[in-house]
């Protein structure tokens, strides 16, 4: 039988890292921590965080800490702090540790892989979740749901039943879809097609319902991702 997951790290404690962080302290208090160095480690130790109105003061470790390896290990950075991240949780990983990331983009998991390997990574992407950071407070309604699995899910392996049932434990919602891949180029789709299109128009989202010139330019960069997946596969 397949030893259950009984310790987490999470690199990364913005809006998602915070939010899955709580839920496995209050499944657990032992069971997860955060890596973090430098101001971060001082910041998050003194601090905590508060999420949904309710103080957590969650385990910090700092990279070099030698201790135990992860059985998880929950990326949740910015796309900018990933190289950051990939050699901060190196003394978490051991023989039997998992990793998933749960940031935008559909590069993170190679990158981890190309240090770690990628018989450690699964494939995983968190959708509709409205969790806001402020401070050191973050907050959210919808809990959203990680969809997560290996690249195909026509039968479930090991490692994706033991962390589907962490998650059931931790009350945290998922889902493994038989397809990840096209998961991944599909959230990929809507990130490019929304928030670039936002972002070089300088309008909010709204302007996506109001205007046909803005769903023009959502439409089109969409499409640009379907042939780039198309070539990629």
Do not use: C
Request: no cysteine; charged share 25%; hydrophobic share 45%.
């Amino acid at each position: 039988m397949t030893p259950s997951i009984e310790t987490i790290s999470i690199i990364g404690a913005g809006a998602l890292g915070a939010a899955y962080g709580a839920l496995l302290y209050d499944m657990d208090m032992r069971s997860v921590s955060f890596v973090a160095g430098g101001d971060r480690f001082q910041r998050l130790r003194k601090e905590g965080l508060i999420v949904n109105g309710k103080r957590y003061i969650i385990p910090v470790v700092l990279p070099e800490d030698m201790s135990a390896p992860a059985d998880l290990i929950i990326v949740a950075v910015k796309y900018h702090h990933l190289d950051n991240a990939i050699r901060d949780m190196r003394s978490r990983v051991g023989a039997e540790t998992d990793i998933i990331s749960v940031m935008n983009g559909i590069e993170s998991e190679e990158r981890i892989g190309a240090v770690y390997g990628m018989e450690k990574v699964l494939y995983a992407v968190s959708v509709g979740i409205d969790a806001l950071r402020e401070g050191n407070r973050v907050n959210y309604r919808n809990q959203g749901k990680i969809l997560f699995g290996e690249a195909t899910n026509t039968f479930l392996t090991d490692r994706v039943k033991r962390i589907q049932a962490l998650f059931d434990k931790a009350g945290i919602i998922h889902e493994t879809p038989p397809d990840m891949m096209r998961v991944m180029w599909w959230k990929f789709m809507i990130n490019v097609g929304i928030n670039q299109a936002s972002a070089v128009l300088r309008q909010p989202f709204l302007a996506f319902q109001t205007s046909e010139e803005a769903r023009n330019l959502m439409e089109s960069s969409m499409r640009e991702v379907i042939s780039l997946s198309e070539k990629a596969q």
